[in-house]
């Protein structure tokens, strides 16, 4: 019986060594693709623009794709390829369908969109929206310029191009709450801090670099003592450059443009354009998805509403704007 | 010392041969061993041929399933390519490009228009007409990269080197048609040509993707009539759109699925990957196929597809010595199966090999104590099978001997009486045989010779009788001593007596029981002759027939009747009981108790073959026939020991 017992022991031992060698090298196999926080391949994040094919959406859609390629998931990018408001409610309607992982939304029209957003964060899809803002919906985050900031900050710099003095106009897409803000934030730092400096006239440049050609060119002819422009958007700001151009004036006019497209930097290279802003479009995108990633894999705890301040997730984040001038222009060239 | 040293090892190995001869070992080894074989070897045989079979299967479903998934990819990465031709055909058509082509529409950038220092632009800008067409190509370019975002950037550059693109810009004031990319797409006349990445282009875009994460496709536009180029559409496409298709796919664990152009460098590789390009060596002309090759240290197994359209290779990579889970897990679970058929197979035949041995060596134990001399010992067990049946045969050969012993006891104790008795029978006559001497002298001095004649007889058949207590006597002894018993009844029954002997010369000399005939010649006189009226003949005869003495005794007595007869011969049949049967009812002076002691003694002696045959007829006479064994000195003695 002792040699039974004998046999027995070294038969279990064998397959306890056996099983514990399966498992470890199991183990071994898994601990190779592990490395830092990583989702799947299958996991879909969608980005969604309104006019998708503007130049603009290209760094923010870079900044989503680089968040992708770090945390090994997907993205797709669909908006609505018109400034419509109902073609980007069709588009977001049908990714919902999808069920992607999550949405990164800049939203067109605030009201008609948050019932869909409100949509899909109830059917778990989590939204963050970026660039624009939908204020009322349930969307976790904003991701995007204090717009109120960039055109105060536009409105100092402005003052300091033209000595604190004279007649401004703003060219911008009016009803848009970005540049609303926008202007907003210029029209009334001029108002409460620079006596002397005036906004003479508002104007709808329609986002379109011919529009703004030739509404600068009008605004051009109307107030010859214009000192500065303020654009709001980037591709105006190549069209009032083309009209300062090609109408030479004795007294200089100073521009400042939104946004650093190769026009505009070219212009401010050869100092048609004086100053633009530059958003942190990257930034916009790169987080966002971050974001979603977190609130994808339940890694933070949201707010239950955007309007919380109290969250691991910030409600609301200031990509940042910086001011571009000759001096720092070669920096925001592409390498 | 080697010699010896092969003397010695010699008998072990010789010894552990033995072990594999049948019956060497004992039996419940052997059943161990027997069942150990027949039970686990074909599992572990047949566990092997499992893991085998599942491998060799599972790794052809892997190929053939790769190349599948390799097929789709590529298929994929076809339409995305053919999605681009489409689109570089598009361009070319359109009217507004065609222009610009044609050198008549302004453009982004170019050698032929360059900005001076001082910051002038060149008059053609100011052409508003220019500058509405470049406008409007930018707005077509869009279109494009609204519709299909996968696109990094267009660029439509003309043969002087001027370019229009939203995204993409020159570096440098260096003329791109001088760019090799360029030279590629105008070397092949409108065809589409896929160049891979672009490296060292001198061209940026403005959303700064790199050159690793583009590839890099062109086409030039020709005139169809003249063949001339008329300029080049060169499209950048995110590698994310090949990666996303490529990484989808999960190779077993380890594996993956690489991409390279055809000239073996990588389009798009996992981060963590073991080969950074394709040798174009590596893989042969085939459209498919497999490959294995080492690379550091690292045998890695290739599975690739070419596609024709864009020249590009898939490749999945693999460690060869890494099976699919799926394999891992059946070898895990043919193992784990081994395991327990081992151990019940260890179990199962100790048990049944104790089972079976269990009971032999119990019955063993027995016999050993019985060959020990112990009868007593019985098998108890309750089985039904062979070993219950033997150990009941062992019970009834047990007692079987029993009995035989106590019958050899009883027959020897029977033996050991009649010649007790016979010695007996020895015995009183010496003293007589004495007295018989003194009266025959005393009758011869006297002159009374019938006196001294009759004494000289008895005293004769007395001497022979007696025989120095012998068993066994010469023929012609026992026949003096007849002669003698017959010449004293002959004095007391005067003429009604007669007789003869008639005997074969040579029989003389052999050797026989002695009183065999005296005892059946009384019964002759006392139960045939003296009843018969008149005188009466007794024939004696010997003879020799074969390997037997025949010796008949004959008279013309009375006879008897058939029933007595066939009284006599049962009884003659089995002697030994008869006498006791006469012995217990003491009627010792039967008419048959000296034929049946004959009878006894020479069945003692000699066995059942031989013996005593009666034949008689009622008023005509009895026959007593005697076969007695031709015996020679050493006769005898073999008589004795088939007796033992």
């Known amino acids: ?3 039974m017992l004998l046999i027995y022991i070294v038969i279990i031992s064998a397959f306890m060594i056996y099983v514990f060698r399966y498992y470890s090298q199991q183990s071994e196999v898994n601990a190779w693709d592990s490395r830092g926080l990583q989702g799947d391949i299958a996991e879909n994040y969608v980005m969604v623009t309104f006019q998708s094919g503007l130049e603009y959406w290209r760094n923010c859609l870079k900044g989503f794709e680089d968040g992708a390629e770090k945390l090994g998931v997907s993205v797709e990018y669909r908006g609505a390829t018109q400034y419509d408001v109902q073609e980007q409610m069709t588009v977001l309607e049908q990714i919902i369908a999808k069920k992607p992982a999550g949405i990164a939304l800049s939203a067109i029209d605030p009201g008609a969109l948050t019932p869909m957003i409100d949509k899909a964060v109830a059917a778990g899809i989590p939204v963050v929206l970026f660039d624009a803002d939908a204020p009322g919906s349930r969307a976790y985050s904003f991701l995007g310029t204090n717009n109120y900031n960039a055109g105060l900050t536009a409105a100092e710099k402005m003052a300091q191009l033209t000595d604190r003095e004279g007649q401004i106009a703003i060219i ?3 009803g848009l709450q970005n540049h609303e803000e926008r202007r907003k934030g210029f029209e009334e730092t001029i108002a409460k801090r620079y006596p002397s400096m005036k906004v003479v006239k508002v104007v709808d440049g329609k986002g379109d670099a011919m529009v703004s050609r030739r509404e600068a060119e009008k605004l051009l002819k109307a107030y010859p003592d214009l000192a500065g422009i303020f654009v709001t958007e980037a591709t105006g700001g190549t069209g009032v450059g083309e009209a300062v151009k090609n109408n030479p004036r004795s007294k200089p006019l100073k521009i400042i443009s939104f946004d650093t497209n190769k026009g505009t930097l070219d212009m401010i290279e050869n100092g048609t354009i004086s100053a633009t802003m530059a958003q942190g479009t990257w930034n916009m995108g790169y987080w966002s998805l971050q974001y979603l990633f977190h609130l994808h894999h339940g890694l933070t705890v949201p707010s239950p509403t955007s309007a919380g301040d109290v969250s691991p997730i910030p409600v609301r984040v200031d990509t940042g704007i910086s001011v571009v001038t000759k001096d720092n222009v070669a920096d925001y060239y592409a390498k | 010392m080697l010699n010896n040293h092969h003397k010695q090892s010699r008998p072990g190995l010789q010894r552990y041969l033995q072990w594999l001869r049948p019956g060497s070992l004992e039996l419940r080894y052997q059943l161990v061993i027997l069942f150990l074989l027949i039970g686990i070897l074909p599992s572990i045989i047949l566990g092997f041929l499992v893991n085998w079979t599942v491998e060799r299967v599972v790794d052809q479903q892997v190929i053939s399933n790769t190349l599948q998934l390799i097929g789709k990819v590529n298929q994929s990465l076809d339409n995305d390519m053919e999605n681009l031709q489409n689109t570089t055909y598009l361009i070319g058509f359109n009217q507004h490009v065609r222009h610009f082509l044609a050198g008549g529409t302004e453009a982004d950038g170019g050698p032929s228009r360059q900005i001076g220092d001082d910051g002038e632009v060149s008059p053609a800008y100011s052409n508003p007409a220019a500058d509405d067409q470049l406008y409007e190509i930018k707005q077509f370019l869009q279109e494009f990269t609204t519709l299909y975002p996968e696109i990094a950037g267009i660029m439509v550059v003309n043969p002087q080197g001027d370019y229009i693109s939203n995204e993409m810009y020159a570096r440098t004031n260096e003329n791109l048609t001088k760019e090799s990319w360029y030279q590629q797409a105008a070397a092949r006349e409108g065809v589409f040509t896929i160049l891979g990445h672009p490296y060292g282009r001198n061209i940026t875009t403005h959303v700064n993707y790199a050159d690793e994460e583009v590839v890099s496709v062109v086409r030039s536009i020709t005139d169809p009539e003249s063949r001339k180029v008329l300029g080049v559409v060169l499209i950048d496409l995110k590698l994310r759109t090949v990666a996303q298709a490529v990484r989808d796919v999960k190779l077993g664990k380890t594996g993956y699925l690489m991409v390279a152009d055809a000239d073996g460098k990588a389009i798009y590789k996992p981060e963590h990957s073991y080969l950074s390009s394709l040798p174009s060596d590596w893989t042969d002309q085939a459209d498919s196929g497999t490959a294995v090759r080492n690379v550091e240290g690292k045998e890695l197994q290739l599975v690739y597809r070419k596609s024709s359209f864009t020249g590009w290779q898939t490749v999945g990579v693999f460690l060869t010595r890494e099976s699919a889970s799926e394999v891992r897990q059946i ?9 327990l058929v081992g151990l019940i197979g260890v179990t199962a035949s100790v048990l049944l090999s104790q089972s079976i041995t269990g009971p032999i060596r119990q019955l063993m134990s027995f016999m050993r104590t019985a060959e020990s001399g112990d009868l007593t010992v ?9 070993v219950g049946m033997l150990g009941r045969s062992f019970n009834r050969m047990l007692i079987q001997i029993r009995r035989l012993i106590r019958l050899n006891e009883l027959r020897e104790k029977q033996k050991r009486e009649a010649e007790l008795r016979s010695l007996q029978a020895n015995i009183k006559p010496h003293f007589l045989y004495n007295t018989l001497d003194t009266i025959h002298w005393m009758a011869r001095k006297k002159g009374a010779d019938d006196v001294s004649e009759m004494v ?10 007696l025989s120095k207590g012998k068993d066994i006597i010469q023929l012609d002894e026992e ?6 018993y017959i010449q ?3 004095t007391r029954y005067r003429d009604r007596l007669t007789f003869t002997v008639e005997q074969d010369p040579e029989t003389g000399e052999f050797p026989v029981l002695k009183l065999l005939l005296q005892p059946v010649v009384e019964n002759a006189i006392y139960h045939g002759i003296k009843a018969r009226r008149g005188a009466g003949h007794i024939h004696i005869s010997v003879r020799q027939r074969e390997e037997c003495l025949i010796l008949t005794v004959q008279d013309n007595g009375v006879g008897m009747s058939q029933e007595k007869l066939q009284e006599l011969r049962e009884k003659l049949r089995e002697p030994l009981r008869a006498m006791e049967l006469q012995s217990n009812r003491m009627e010792k002076t039967g008419r048959s108790y000296g034929m049946l002691n004959v009878q006894a003694r020479i069945h003692l002696a000699f066995g059942d073959a031989y013996g005593i045959e009666l034949d008689s007829r009622e008023g005509e006479g ?7 064994p031709l015996l020679g000195e050493q006769g005898w003695n073999q008589g004795e020991e088939t007796d033992r």
Do not use: N, W
């Open chain 2, 488 to 490: 004293i009844q002959k």
């Open chain 2, 456 to 465: 000289e007889a008895l005293s004769q058949l007395f001497r022979i009788g």
């Open chain 1, 1 to 3: 019986m002792k040699k």
């Open chain 2, 378 to 386: 019985r098998y108890s067990g309750r089985r039904h099978d062979e």
């Open chain 2, 622 to 628: 009895t026959k007593v026939t005697i076969r007695h």
């Open chain 2, 331 to 339: 070898h895990f679970y043919v193992i784990c199966f081994l395991f």
């Open chain 1, 172 to 174: 911008t897409l009016p």
């Open chain 2, 479 to 484: 026949i003096q001593h007849i002669k003698s």
